[in-house]
């Protein structure tokens, strides 16, 4: 159990629908992080939120909306996605991202395909 | 721009060592990570390395040389659970994690 939990852990969906992911974390950290993780590809860093608010946006497409209600969840809201967004989505926390050595922990991430 | 190297597979024995290699490009280093994943789950944290040097944690261990920027990471007595993707991840100088594109790892019998 590495403590951070997400669900869906599988979500199939058509390009006009409209779903969520979710991600909890149980560690106490104050960072959390949305990852896409495509065959054979690196790790994509999507959005990082430190403290609640959101310090990175890597020029991700606006059909992926992130919420951060608090530092234990944080949440990918996703509308009008594109067959090429089918991926692993993966949620990571840590301490609090300000340091080389802040070590971040993974979700088991939710499997999406888009049709 | 930012670059992390590793081979996309290799195969090793049950029983055996691996030694399994990491090259990067950053603007900046504040440290070196390795994690590891199995099929379908996340990724764990396995090492840390900041300064030059070999880490050794039980059957893992891993080797840090920043003037070349290069890691590696050695699994000795390899077991069958063994098998499973490693990722190398640079810190760069914005405490951004650049990572690899992972290493699978395939043991066999």
């Known amino acids: 159990e590495t403590g951070v939990t997400q669900t869906p852990r599988h979500l199939v969906m058509g390009m006009t629908n409209k779903k969520s992911l979710k991600c909890e974390q149980h560690?106490?950290?104050?960072?959390m992080y949305w990852y896409k993780q495509s065959a054979k590809k690196p790790l994509e860093l999507m959005f990082v939120y430190n403290f609640k608010e959101q310090t990175e946006n890597n020029s991700v497409p606006s059909r992926f909306s992130p919420e951060c209600p608090n530092s234990s969840h944080l949440f990918l809201h996703l509308h009008t996605l594109q067959p090429e967004d089918s991926a692993l989505y993966l949620c990571a926390s840590s301490q609090d991202g300000s340091s080389g050595a802040d070590t971040q922990y993974f979700g088991p991430g939710t499997r999406l395909t888009v049709l | 721009g930012q670059n992390i190297d590793q081979p996309t597979e290799m195969t090793a024995t049950e029983g055996a060592i691996v030694q399994i290699n990491c090259t990067y490009q950053?603007?900046?280093?504040?440290?070196l990570f390795w994690y590891q994943q199995h099929a379908g789950e996340a990724p764990t944290f396995l090492s840390y390395n900041v300064l030059d040097g070999l880490e050794e944690k039980g059957r893992f261990s891993s080797f840090l040389s920043r003037s070349k920027g290069y890691s590696y990471l050695l699994l000795k007595e390899l077991q069958m659970k063994d098998s499973a993707s490693y990722l190398c991840?640079?810190?760069?100088?914005?405490?951004?994690?650049?990572w690899g594109a992972g290493t699978k790892l395939i043991i066999k019998p």
């Open positions: 991840a640079v810190t760069d100088s914005n405490y951004q994690l650049i």
């Open positions: 560690l106490g950290h104050n960072a």
């Open positions: 950053t603007s900046g280093f504040n440290g």
